[in-house]
């Protein structure tokens, strides 16, 4: 297929897949009576209020530079907050928008600070409790912030080491997780304003796999996603004061999801706002599943089930838990919100996250796996374009970021853009892969370049094996670790692939791992454990860094990266595209100077992909929808 002569009249527009458009992120304020909502104004993402049952939506924020992402509702039903850096730097700030006046304060108008909500609490309405690096740009201490009076009271000084910070229910933390200077983490409890005592610790092959939670409302228990003396991560419920353990669950197969992230966690658990008991978890199998601990639940479960298919997420829950927000999400649609009222046990639908969708047709994203070559089962995804036609056609691997994350089952905009160009669109869980037990996760220890790579390389051929792919157009693709592995494809397997696209891509392990921000210099030891010492082990890391393998590259590259990223910073691409240069080597480069980490803006997102989708035209022969920067 010619890229030059091909008709664009069934392909999806970039646009409707990746713009800013629609409605996302919905949240009910804590009385019930308000839906809020991220939406753009002119392509950029703001924060929205309606009243339930009235068409009164009013836009409140009025941010021109950068997309709002991130926030949540006061306790006190009369502010919201949210989160918002620069440019991609991660500088996270707090600000508050009034609903009464609507002025917007900067709460924390501090520069080169990262901050952090860690909870809101309904019996401190003017209150929030955040954590923040001010004092200490490695450590983030805890701080209860008044809303009202914009007073900040320091609430748990970081002894230096802590990680992760456990919330209870009196807006405070009462336990934190770190490493200690015997190489355990550590689980440390509160026994005083600044006195900690160490309750409980777990070696470095369960770092990944056991976290902190939360500590109920009495202060007497401690939950845990656990996965000490066996594989997979157990809920586990511990008594403080005896240090007796309960098992709550456990799956033999697939861990817990136990994120503790504020403005994630509702998607994965569900806390009881009173008593800080958790009431139901998530298990990632080959798609999510609840697990329900409090039995008064199950009716609840059982009715939203009800209202429509693919997987649902209770993504907002009203004060007195009474209205939840439901979205419901499936692997061909446009992500669906309802009102659940569980006194009546009824949903009433809301509104599509993006309506426009539903105008195209989708395809179903189908499991799959197949054995690595010594012998680990991988799981993983397989994506078709329309049509019945599913022998000898073009392939995009397309490998997930962390690695220490997984690929998931729903609707996906990328996977949809590629295989409605014509692409077999192919995402595997390797090795290093969470979810799938430690052991599994383990596995990719020192194995960036290697055995992690070789999965990959393992789950293309098994496709090569059934005709699904034509061997000669085979593309890798990715962004942060996925671009390592689109480097490392284009390096040391130049042969496999015909062209590879590395975003926000490490191209030089040693340089990564000393130029990790202050606020990761609590994870060097394991980043070092588990890729490399760039110190004692120099050798080693230049055989498994795409930099010092250029001279292998076969295949036209393309490289993506933010200029302010403050993760995977700019030289990674700076230094590999020197070398390509060098060389003579073919390779595209993109730098977006108002960029971090990923991608914010709507005309940055359509310039990424619009180049990429003319790359892999060019070189794998498929669709290729006119691209105009804006």
């Known amino acids: 297929m010619n890229s030059s002569s091909v008709s664009q009249v069934n392909l999806i527009p970039r646009k409707?897949?990746?713009?800013?458009?629609?409605?996302?992120?919905?949240?009910?304020?804590?009385?019930?009576?308000?839906?809020?909502?991220?939406?753009?104004?002119?392509?950029?993402?703001?924060?929205?209020?309606?009243?339930?049952?009235?068409?009164?939506?009013?836009?409140?924020?009025?941010?021109?530079?950068?997309?709002?992402?991130?926030?949540?509702?006061?306790?006190?039903?009369?502010?919201?907050?949210?989160?918002?850096?620069?440019?991609?730097?991660?500088?996270?700030?707090?600000?508050?928008?009034?609903?009464?006046?609507?002025?917007?304060?900067?709460?924390?108008?501090?520069?080169?600070?990262?901050?952090?909500?860690?909870?809101?609490?309904?019996?401190?309405?003017?209150?929030?409790?955040?954590?923040?690096?001010?004092?200490?740009?490695?450590?983030?201490?805890?701080?209860?912030?008044?809303?009202?009076?914009?007073?900040?009271?320091?609430?748990?000084?970081?002894?230096?080491?802590?990680?992760w910070w456990v919330k209870d229910g009196n807006l405070n933390v009462s336990a934190g997780v770190g490493p200690s200077p015997d190489g355990l983490d550590e689980l440390i409890i509160r026994k005083g304003e600044n006195e900690w005592e160490r309750i409980d610790s777990w070696g470095y092959e369960d770092s990944f796999s056991t976290s902190a939670i939360c500590v109920t409302g009495d202060g007497r228990y401690i939950y845990l996603i656990d996965s000490r003396n066996t594989n997979t991560g157990r809920l586990v419920k511990i008594n403080i004061q005896t240090g007796e353990h309960e098992i709550l669950f456990h799956d033999p197969l697939y861990d817990l999801d136990g994120w503790v992230d504020f403005f994630r966690n509702s998607d994965s658990i569900l806390i009881n706002s009173d008593t800080y008991e958790i009431e139901a978890i998530t298990c990632h199998r080959e798609k999510k599943e609840w697990v329900i601990l409090d039995k008064i639940l199950k009716d609840d479960f059982e009715a939203i089930g009800k209202l429509s298919k693919g997987e649902f997420h209770v993504i907002s829950r009203d004060s007195l838990n009474n209205k939840w927000i439901i979205c419901f999400d499936s692997d061909n649609e446009s992500h669906k919100y309802f009102i659940f009222d569980r006194t009546g046990k009824k949903g009433e639908f809301l509104f599509y996250s993006r309506p426009e969708l539903n105008e195209y047709t989708f395809s179903k994203m189908e499991t799959m796996s197949f054995?690595?070559?010594?012998?680990?089962?991988?799981?993983?995804?397989?994506?078709?374009?329309?049509?019945?036609?599913?022998?000898?056609?073009?392939?995009?691997?397309?490998?997930?970021?962390?690695?220490?994350?997984?690929?998931?089952?729903?609707?996906?905009?990328?996977?949809?853009?590629?295989?409605?160009?014509?692409?077999?669109?192919?995402?595997?869980?390797?090795?290093?892969?969470?979810?799938?037990?430690?052991?599994?996760?383990?596995?990719?220890?020192?194995?960036?370049?290697?055995?992690?790579?070789?999965?990959?390389?393992?789950?293309?051929?098994?496709?090569?094996?059934?005709?699904?792919?034509?061997p000669k157009k085979i593309a890798i693709y990715g962004g942060s670790y996925g671009g390592y592995a689109a480097l490392a494809g284009a390096t040391f397997t130049p042969d496999l692939f015909c062209c590879a696209v590395a975003s926000f891509a490490i191209s030089n392990l040693i340089t990564y791992i000393k130029s990790i921000p202050p606020q990761w210099e609590v994870f060097r030891n394991e980043l070092i454990k588990r890729i490399g010492d760039p110190d004692k082990e120099e050798d080693f890391l230049k055989s498994r860094s795409p930099l010092f393998s250029v001279d292998k590259i076969k295949i036209p590259v393309m490289i993506l990266q933010g200029a302010n990223d403050p993760r995977i910073k700019k030289l990674e691409a700076e230094q590999i595209v020197e070398a390509m240069k060098q060389k003579g080597l073919p390779y595209e480069c993109v730098i977006f100077s108002d960029e971090g980490h990923g991608l914010a803006g709507a005309e940055n997102k359509n310039v990424f992909f619009g180049k990429i989708e003319k790359f892999f035209a060019k070189h794998l022969g498929g669709s290729y929808e006119k691209f105009v920067e804006e």
Request: charged residues 25%.
């Open 16 to 163: 409707i897949l990746f713009g800013s458009s629609g409605k996302m992120r919905v949240k009910i304020s804590p009385d019930g009576n308000k839906l809020s909502y991220l939406a753009p104004v002119n392509k950029i993402l703001n924060i929205w209020v309606k009243t339930i049952g009235s068409n009164d939506d009013m836009v409140i924020t009025d941010d021109k530079q950068r997309s709002i992402r991130f926030y949540c509702w006061a306790q006190n039903n009369e502010d919201i907050i949210y989160l918002q850096d620069e440019k991609g730097k991660e500088n996270w700030n707090i600000y508050k928008v009034s609903l009464k006046t609507g002025e917007i304060t900067n709460l924390t108008p501090y520069e080169n600070i990262q901050t952090g909500i860690i909870n809101t609490d309904k019996r401190f309405p003017d209150e929030i409790l955040i954590q923040m690096n001010k004092e200490n740009p490695v450590a983030k201490d805890v701080y209860r912030l008044n809303l009202k009076s914009g007073q900040l009271r320091m609430a748990a000084k970081n002894p230096g080491h802590i990680k």
């Open 371 to 470: 054995t690595s070559r010594d012998g680990l089962e991988i799981n993983g995804y397989i994506s078709y374009p329309p049509g019945d036609n599913r022998k000898n056609l073009p392939l995009v691997l397309y490998v997930h970021g962390g690695p220490w994350a997984r690929d998931i089952w729903g609707f996906n905009p990328v996977t949809q853009w590629m295989i409605s160009r014509g692409y077999v669109c192919l995402q595997i869980n390797f090795r290093g892969s969470k979810g799938f037990g430690k052991d599994f996760l383990n596995a990719g220890d020192r194995e960036w370049g290697g055995k992690m790579h070789d999965d990959l390389v393992d789950g293309v051929n098994r496709v090569v094996e059934l005709g699904i792919a034509d």
